[in-house]
T-cell receptor
């Protein structure tokens, strides 16, 4: 099992450019998440998808869109990149079911994005 | 006020020392609690869950006080390999039955030889 994979690992954009971050998991998890991590800020939730076909906004959704393409894949799109979106982006997945306290969230390796 | 607050540190301790991290959360509807570990420029990984009765995993002990909305992590006999950032994480159900995690900003630990 590859777990959670993300592409690309690194990306440099110019202000106003668009791009899509890809995420896939092979653990048959139903919930998937996108976070951004900035120095001193911890991880902040951008969007999440409780199950295939549903998406919801998290704490910092402005400037982003998501697509839950199927159960395995959850992509994050920046339509018009801004320098404030320079960050490390993590995708994560979770199996929702059973006792909540035993649910572990698995993370991808991250995408380091710089917007100039 | 942040939903999950941690002392950012850094904590610099000698090998073999005991170190404790604290975390407070503000949402009383929070259901489950965890400590994650994050190595420099890597993804977070689950270190341990935190149970109401307290739980231990080798050198690591986690405690939860629901009345005070307080979580702690104790590391005994620190090793160089324990150097990392420790993230306090709180779970609650949100809309659509999604489990939503809220992360603290993390506490940085450096264990010195």
């Amino acid at each position: 099992n590859a777990g959670v994979t993300q592409t690309p690992k690194f990306q440099v954009l110019k202000t106003g450019q668009s791009m899509t971050l890809q995420c896939a998991q092979d653990m048959n998890h139903n919930s998937m998440y996108w976070y951004r991590q900035d120095p001193g800020m911890g991880l902040r939730l951008i969007y999440y998808s409780a199950s295939e076909g549903t998406t919801d906004k998290g704490e910092v959704p402005n400037g982003y869109n998501v697509s839950r393409l199927n159960k395995r894949e959850f992509s994050l799109r920046l339509e018009s990149a801004a320098p404030s979106q320079t960050s490390v982006y993590f995708c994560a997945s979770l199996f929702s079911g059973g006792t909540v306290s035993y649910n572990e969230q698995f993370f991808g390796p991250g995408t380091r994005l710089t917007v100039l | 006020r942040k939903e999950v607050e941690q002392d950012p540190g850094p904590f610099n301790v000698p090998e073999g020392a005991t170190v404790a991290f604290n975390c407070t959360y503000s949402n009383s509807a929070s259901q489950s609690f965890f400590w994650y570990r994050q190595d420099c420029r890597k993804e977070p990984k689950l270190l341990m869950s935190v149970y109401s009765s307290g739980n231990e995993d080798g050198r690591f002990t986690a405690q939860l006080n629901r009345a005070s909305q307080y979580i702690s992590l104790l590391i005994r006999d620190s090793k160089l390999s324990d150097s990392a950032t420790y993230l306090c994480v709180v779970y609650r159900l949100s809309s659509g039955s999604a489990r939503q995690l809220t992360f603290g900003s993390g506490t940085q630990l450096t264990v010195l030889p």
